[in-house]
């Protein structure tokens, strides 16, 4: 079965300053890899994804995200935080194995950027 | 576009009650999804449907609860009776028809749920 880990509950990061939230995934096949965001109240936002192809996807709001097999790793990255880039961020894994239409969502890591 | 609309946003019930929320996906999408997010456990996948007809129902937590989707436009998650450990944000997304698995999902607003 998929899964996904984000191995830290709040990232705390100044304005201007690089954002990084960690994702590792475990799959059987071949991993199907996303970033989501959710605001306050609402529900959550695509922002990109990895399928195939180049390791360094680009994504909504500057975002990017960098694919890493060996290290079964799918990071995201900002060069330069926004406070409107306080939020919940949600790593998720498909497994490519066996036609699976499951997407399994890893626990979500607090962003908070400090003005 | 209207979204994916949820309803109630909120509910506040008793221990016993039954309890039904709502969604209405995105015209368009024929695959729907609804999952639970909590603290502890995160978000979950409890069931999804293609074409009306569900097709993965293994995260349902038990027999109190059930999901129907009686026609392209509408579904309901009901949970009868209704426990405190229930309480939570429940989610619906959606899926454009065609569209393959890779494709991104479309989520509402949620319903929080309160059990007392």
């Known amino acids: 079965a998929q899964s996904v880990a984000q191995p830290e509950d709040q990232v705390n990061v100044a304005e201007g300053n690089p954002l990084t939230v960690k994702c590792t995934y475990s799959?059987?096949?071949?991993?199907?890899l996303f970033w989501y965001v959710q605001y306050p109240n609402r529900g959550l936002q695509f922002l990109l994804k990895y399928i195939t192809g180049d390791n360094l996807v680009k994504g909504s709001y500057g975002f990017e995200a960098e694919f890493n097999k060996s290290q079964t790793s799918f990071h995201l990255k900002k060069p330069s935080a926004l406070v409107s880039d306080s939020a919940l961020y949600f790593c998720a894994v498909r497994d490519g194995l066996g036609g699976n239409n499951r997407l399994a969502f890893g626990k979500g890591n607090q962003v908070v950027v400090i003005p | 576009d209207a979204g994916v609309i949820q309803s109630p946003r909120h509910e506040v019930t008793e221990m016993g009650q039954e309890v039904t929320l709502r969604c209405k996906p995105i015209s368009g999408h024929n695959s729907l999804f609804w999952y639970r997010q909590t603290m502890m456990r995160g978000l979950e996948l409890l069931i999804y449907f293609n074409n009306n007809v569900p097709i993965d129902d293994s995260g349902m937590p038990e027999d109190r609860f059930s999901a129907k989707m009686p026609n392209a436009s509408f579904s309901t998650l009901k949970i009868q009776p209704s426990e405190p450990r229930d309480s939570a944000v429940y989610f619906c997304?959606?899926?454009?028809?065609?569209?393959?698995?890779?494709?991104?999902?479309?989520f509402g607003n949620g319903t929080r749920l309160t059990v007392t």
């Open positions: 997304a959606s899926r454009p028809t065609g569209s393959s698995y890779n494709s991104p999902l479309h």
């Open positions: 799959v059987s096949g071949n991993p199907y």
